[in-house]
């Protein structure tokens, strides 16, 4: 972990679910443990960086397995949302067929009656 404000590295023991002190940042996602180092400069703490709580909001890979109900959790499947979901997307088409048709219609008026 790193606390560029202080200008301090440290480590912390479990950094999965771990609320991390508001100034620390811990490795971002994406990165490889020998790509992450701390900056020339910076000091180390010499004690563990404690977690200000566990966090366990999201479930693991394994507990979304063994639940198929938590698969299929926040996808529209009944009759309202797909009703809302089919007049959202009929607006959306019909908007470029009424333009087409109100610009053929202003065509066909006399040039004194257009604006």
Known sequence: ?????????????EIEGCALPPSWQGRP?????????????YGW??????CLATVRDTP???E????????????CFGFGCLTLAALLFGLAAMFPVWY???QNERRMLPPSARQ
């Not at 404000?5 to 023991?13: D, N, P, S, Y």
């Not at 979304?64 to 996808?75: F, K, L, N, Q």
């Open 64 to 75: 979304v397995a063994a639940d198929p109900e938590a698969t299929s959790r926040g996808i």
């Open 60 to 62: 693991t890979a394994t």
């Open 29 to 41: 996602a994406g990165v490889e443990p020998q790509d992450w180092s701390c900056p020339a400069g």
């Open 45 to 50: 703490v010499q004690a563990e960086i404690a």
């Open 100 to 102: 087409v048709v109100r």
């Open 1 to 13: 972990m790193i606390d560029h404000g202080a200008a301090t590295c440290g480590f912390v023991r």
